[in-house]
Nanobody
Framework: VQLVESGGGLVQPGGSLRLSCKASGFTFSSYNMKWYRQAPGLERELVAAISSSGGFTNYADSVKGRFTISRDNAKNTAYLQMNSLKPEDTAVYYC?????????WGQGTQVTVSS
């Protein structure tokens, strides 16, 4: 079982990034997906969630209107489109898959927003 994030990097304030989370080793289309982030010295926080079918999404207030979570079950991949990035969005971003008692974490990808 693997969740592999990609797409992180250094971006200027106001810029955009798209994170990807490629899944393997389990039935991706059955799992709800979430993106979390963790900044230095802070607890991991939920950023966005999407249901297994993609029909339901939810966002933290801090990212509403700027971030969009999506998924492509044919490609076993979840995405997080991040626009209008702010320095306070700097963190390691993790994808998380869960289905009843089964859950998996990715290794994380660093996002740094700085001029």
């Amino acid at each position: 079982v693997q969740l592999v994030e990609s797409g992180g990097g250094l971006v200027q304030p106001g810029g955009s990034l798209r994170l990807s989370c490629k899944a393997s080793g389990f039935t991706f289309s059955s799992y709800n997906m979430k993106w979390y982030r963790q900044a230095p010295g802070l607890e991991r926080e939920l950023v966005a969630a999407i249901s297994s079918s993609g029909g339901f999404t939810n966002y933290a207030d801090s990212v509403k209107g700027r971030f969009t979570i999506s998924r492509d079950n044919a490609k076993n991949t979840a995405y997080l489109q991040m626009n209008s990035l702010k320095p306070e969005d700097t963190a390691v971003y993790y994808c998380y898959a869960h289905y009843y008692t089964y859950d998996y974490w990715g290794q994380g990808t660093q996002v740094t927003v700085s001029s």
